[in-house]
Nanobody
Framework: QVQLVESGGGLVQPGGSLRLSCAAS????????MGWYRQAPGKQRELVAT???????FYADSVKGRFTISRDNAKNTVYLQMNSLEREDTAVYYC?????????????WGQGTQVSVSS
């Protein structure tokens, strides 16, 4: 099992910045991806950004150039630096870890943290 604990959400004005953190513990495989998804009211959960344990990253088009994902593998922690926040970024942000084992993937989710962008 894997436990994910998120922190860093809150209320920010448009154009502002926030940094989310997610600390993972438990049975973490050497090969994994960690990342962030978000879900706005009335919408489906969507991928924001992920980073593989070997370093490759992926960003949704809507956040490219504004958000940066990073990892501290020694601490099993993933971060999401969010700059130039827009009202459309308002959502519950969920941390995600996927353990990779040959052809099998084991996904885990955090409890979510609210990010609200409003003036």
């Amino acid at each position: 099992q894997v436990q994910l604990v998120e922190s860093g959400g809150g209320l920010v004005q448009p154009g502002g910045s926030l940094r989310l953190s997610c600390a993972a513990s438990g049975n973490i495989f050497p090969i994994n991806t960690m990342g962030w998804y978000r879900q706005a009211p009335g919408k489906q959960r969507e991928l924001v950004a992920t980073e593989h344990s070997v370093g490759s990253t992926f960003y949704a088009d809507s956040v490219k150039g504004r958000f940066t994902i990073s990892r501290d593998n020694a601490k099993n922690t993933v971060y999401l630096q969010m700059n130039s926040l827009e009202r459309e970024d308002t959502a519950v942000y969920y941390c995600n870890l996927v353990n990779w084992n040959v052809n099998v993937r084991y996904p885990y989710w955090g409890q979510g943290t609210q990010v609200s962008v409003s003036s």
